[in-house]
């Protein structure tokens, strides 16, 4: 399966400004295809990076004679990549002492972010360490962290807690959660098997281990005095957001005359005993007699179809659990529930619990932790996203594509055998889609080009980074044309994409499907509760709409509900409106039910935002049948 996938001022804007004659004549990166692959040289522990000036140093001044050489000789026009860059050059700096040059970054990180709430929370744990640092010295290790205490609790004092509280509240989540132990387990696993086997890590790799050399040794220590002036700033400003979803609502339920429109999930599995009366069924097929009785190529496809880890069709419409995992299943719920929680700033015992684990976690315990996590995560994606989709639509009849989402940190090595059987298994699904009479599609999953090069990172494999990203480049090609094309062939489906969770733009790193640029592909980021964007959300010219996907209440397998954050909550509100527009006027074309959501949407005054209104895309839609 392909890879699947938040004074000065006026001498800086001269500083902007004069660049721009100076970029104008270097060649120009519009994709993360064309930005330079790095790699070095590397043997023994990845966590050496973290723990040892001996691994640290070296690395650090390659690194930065790269970086600081990418920003003299292209023209990155990706805000985000150009953060990232600025960003490990930052934490460079801060690790050195050359706070003055850290301080200049983090005015030119803040410049170039368009999210409201990043541009004034970005980098504020650095900074303030900095300007700590820069008081002078300190007779003892206790009056500086009590110097930092004032300085961040002052820095946090001056924010506007309306537009700042979501960040914060998640800058606290982590706070509370992260431990050395747990950083350094989750490097090893996830980077130390690739370098036993190529002997070199790769520029994103060794980006990531630097910064958390920073992290760990001059921040973590601090992380007392953080969760102590986070938790003082959110007390004294606690209120709740205004929820402007609920106005916006249209249910149908007690409605007549609605007609039955097949809304399809195309995820992690269903569990379909949990919507009875809003199953979509091939009445052609007779349940679990393991026979293809239409004769369409898929036994039992009574409410859909489903896909392994290698695009090979199997029954399962929902990952068969083994009695390990039936018997973790509880407590993957509670961590889950733990982690959402701290991230709301709640209380519960789950929360309690989780930081109790965390805190006693050991390096070699980390795998196995994340991994369930993952596979709980997966399993439980599908039911949730079809239970917003399915929400007050009586008349919505879910049916299943279910895909196969790894849950390992080391994923299975690419190769073109496997990219080819993705992209078969992707027109396969379409077509079935298009067979079945489907209407609306919705898609919370994403892969790049990018993701399959970190699989061959992770592995040890796949030669020099530059011949990575050809491979990868190749397979993904064929999975992205298989999926355009076929979605070009069913124009009468409206498929919906989550724009993915990455806080950068989604054109520029070629996410798919959220990147094919088709009249039936609605592309969707993630607002909160009061409609404003979240950390999270990917962004971009190829995001079409918002729509709610900040602590999504809705069904886990089983019947049980919770409430999840991602642009995987937010696509499924937009597939609900699709679905009900079309419950009441089953006529309506895609194109006439694209205009119907993006028409009824509230754009922000800076244009970034466009808010799915359902009152409203109803109302435009009952102005059109009186014509």
């Known amino acids: 399966m392909l890879p699947l996938f938040r004074a000065g001022c006026l001498a800086l804007l001269a500083v902007l400004l004069s660049a721009v004659s100076v970029y104008a004549q270097k060649p120009r990166i519009t994709s993360q295809d064309q930005l330079p692959r790095y790699s070095y040289p590397y043997k023994g522990k990845v966590t050496e990076v ?10 650090a001044a390659a690194v930065r004679a790269d970086l600081e050489k990418l920003l003299a000789d292209y023209d990155i ?12 050059l930052m934490t460079l700096d801060v690790q050195a002492g050359r706070y003055d040059d850290a301080l200049k970054h983090i005015q030119a990180i803040r410049a170039l972010e368009e999210k409201p709430a990043a541009r004034l929370t970005t980098a504020l744990l650095n900074e303030s360490y900095i300007l700590t640092r820069k008081q002078g010295e300190f007779t003892s290790e206790a009056a500086f962290r009590a110097a930092f205490a004032q300085v961040y609790a002052d820095k946090l004092a001056v924010l506007p807690y309306d537009l700042v509280a979501d960040n914060l509240k998640q800058a606290k989540a982590n706070a509370e959660i992260v431990t050395l132990p747990l950083v350094l387990g989750n490097l090893e696993s996830s980077f130390q ?20 050399r920073t992290a760990m040794e001059l921040m973590l220590p601090l992380k007392e005095e953080r969760v102590v002036a986070l938790t003082r700033y959110i007390a004294a400003h606690q209120k709740e957001k205004k929820d402007i979803w609920a106005a916006r609502a249209v249910s149908l339920e007690g409605k007549s005359s609605l007609t039955p429109v097949t809304v399809a999930i195309w995820d992690s599995g269903i569990d379909m005993a949990v919507f009875p009366r809003q199953q979509w069924r091939n009445a052609k097929e007779i349940p679990a007699n393991g026979i293809d ?14 896909y392994d880890l290698k695009a090979t069709p199997v029954p399962d419409l929902l990952v068969p659990l083994d009695a390990k995992q039936q018997a973790a299943y509880p407590e993957m719920r509670n961590r889950t529930k733990g982690i959402l929680d701290l991230q709301a700033n709640l209380d519960s015992p789950e929360a309690s619990e989780l930081k ?24 439980t994606h599908g039911t949730h996203v079809a239970g917003i989709a399915a929400a007050d639509n009586p008349a919505a009849r879910l049916m299943v594509l279910r895909i196969t989402f790894d849950h390992r940190m080391i994923p299975d090595l690419p190769t073109r055998e496997q ?38 990172e992770a592995n040890g494999a796949g030669g020099t980074p530059d011949e990575r990203r050809k491979t990868a480049r190749e397979y993904f090609e064929l999975f992205r044309q298989a999926m355009t094309e076929a979605m070009r062939n069913a124009p009468e489906i409206l498929f919906i994409a989550a724009a993915g969770n990455s806080d950068n733009d989604a054109a520029f790193a070629e996410f798919v499907p959220s990147g094919i640029d088709l009249p039936n592909v609605l592309t969707v980021g993630a607002v909160d509760q009061a409609g404003e964007e979240t950390s999270f959300s990917s962004f971009g010219r190829n995001v079409d709409v918002h729509a709610n996907g900040f602590e999504v209440e809705s069904y886990l397998p089983g019947g049980e509900r919770m409430k999840y954050s991602g642009t995987s909550m937010a696509a499924p509100n937009v597939a609900n409106l699709a679905g009900k527009l079309l419950a009441v006027q089953p006529s309506l074309t895609v194109d006439q039910l694209v205009s119907l959501i993006k028409l009824g949407a509230d754009s922000s005054e800076d244009g970034r935002i466009r808010a799915i209104h359902p009152r409203r895309s109803f109302a435009l839609l009952e102005a059109m049948r009186t014509r």
């Open 356 to 379: 109790k684990q965390l805190s006693t976690l050991q390096p070699a315990d980390v795998k196995g932790f994340i991994e369930n996590l993952n596979f709980f995560g997966g399993y």
């Open 419 to 456: 990219a080819e059987r993705d992209a078969r298994a992707a027109s396969q699904q379409v077509a079935y889609l298009k067979a079945q009479g489907a209407r609306v599609v919705n898609m919370s999953w994403g892969g790049s080009p990018q993701s399959i090069e970190g699989a061959f």
């Open 193 to 212: 098997p690739g370098v036993d086997k190529s002997g070199e890590i790769s520029g994103d790799t060794a980006r990531t281990l630097l910064s958390q």
């Open 293 to 306: 009785d239409d004769g369409n190529g898929f036994i039992d496809d009574v409410y859909g179809i489903a």
């Open 77 to 88: 026009a990706d805000r985000a990549t150009l953060q990232g860059v600025l960003g490990t």
């Open 50 to 59: 973290i723990t040892s000036a001996a691994a640290y140093d070296p690395l």
